[in-house]
């Protein structure tokens, strides 16, 4: 994580994401969509620049705001992407729609622990980024990383969770057990054999893990 002031100020050197964009930003803000914040996403596609990947599978679209930015970056990758909540799901659609993206980006509805089955006939991806339930993360790395192509990459959002992972003590109960979690799946990720696994303090946090050929 960076210091509000330097975060605002590099909020404010990010290019213009075009006039849909933009209004899906300000949907997510004036409804409380969590979507990912706007450094980390530049920082994420940023990475996504220099990798070039053809497929990416996401957990967790939101109401599509992750997916449309990856497939307006990089014009050639095919996306899937996987959401539970009713309401976010149709937001999504409707704004994949409007993008004219529904032939580069597919939705599935239904929980991600339960879905996976759906993917199995799909060819392996180069990019897996996980932004869902924090506290199953770790089960989404292990179900979905068999998905990724050995030399892929993992990206996992959200590994600082607003900082309390460095707290000693948190009052409130809820975030002392997510942090717990969080932190639990911070070092799993770190002594994964088959990963080399890196944390970047942009955003709320971003860990890249690339997968061991």
Same mark, same amino acid.
């Given at each position: 994580?960076?210091?509000?002031k330097?975060?605002t100020?590099?909020?404010e050197?990010?290019? $213009?994401?075009?006039?849909k964009? &933009?209004?899906?930003e300000?949907?997510?803000?004036?409804?409380?969509v969590?979507i990912?914040?706007?450094?980390?996403?530049e920082?994420l596609?940023q990475?996504?620049?220099?990798?070039?990947p053809?497929?990416?599978l996401?957990i967790?679209t939101?109401?599509g705001?992750?997916?449309?930015?990856m497939a307006t970056?990089i014009?050639?990758?095919?996306i899937?992407?996987?959401e539970?909540?009713? &309401?976010r799901?149709?937001?999504a659609?409707?704004?994949?729609s409007?993008l004219?993206?529904?032939n580069?980006?597919?939705?599935h509805?239904?929980?991600a622990?339960?879905v $996976?089955?759906?993917l199995e006939q799909d060819?392996l991806?180069?990019v897996?980024f996980i932004?869902?339930a924090k506290?199953?993360?770790?089960?989404?790395?292990?179900?979905?990383g068999?998905r990724?192509k050995?030399?892929?990459?993992?990206?996992s959002?959200n590994i600082?969770?607003?900082g309390?992972?460095?707290e000693e003590?948190?009052?409130h109960?809820r975030?002392r057990q997510?942090?717990?979690?969080?932190?639990?799946y911070n070092r799993?990720?770190m002594e994964h054999?088959?990963y080399?696994?890196?944390?970047l303090?942009v955003?709320?946090?971003?860990?890249?893990?690339?997968k061991?050929?």
């Open positions: 994580m960076i210091d509000k330097i975060e100020y590099l909020k050197l990010v290019p $213009s994401r075009g006039e964009i &933009e209004k899906i300000a949907y997510a803000e004036k409804h409380g969590p990912m914040d706007l450094v980390g996403m920082s596609l990475i996504l620049k220099v990798r070039q053809d497929r990416i996401e967790g939101a109401i705001y992750s997916a449309i930015r970056t014009s050639h990758a095919m899937v992407t996987i539970r909540d009713k &309401e799901y149709e937001q659609v409707k704004n994949v409007e004219g993206l529904t580069r980006i597919t939705i509805y239904g929980d622990l339960e $996976s089955e759906k060819p991806f180069d897996l932004d869902a506290g199953q993360y770790q089960r989404f790395f292990s179900i979905y068999q990724v050995p030399g892929g990459m993992i990206l959002d600082l969770f607003r309390y992972v460095a003590e948190i009052e109960k975030h997510l942090a717990e979690k969080m932190k639990h799993w990720l054999p088959d080399d696994t890196r944390m303090p955003g709320d946090g971003l860990a890249i893990s690339i061991k050929r």
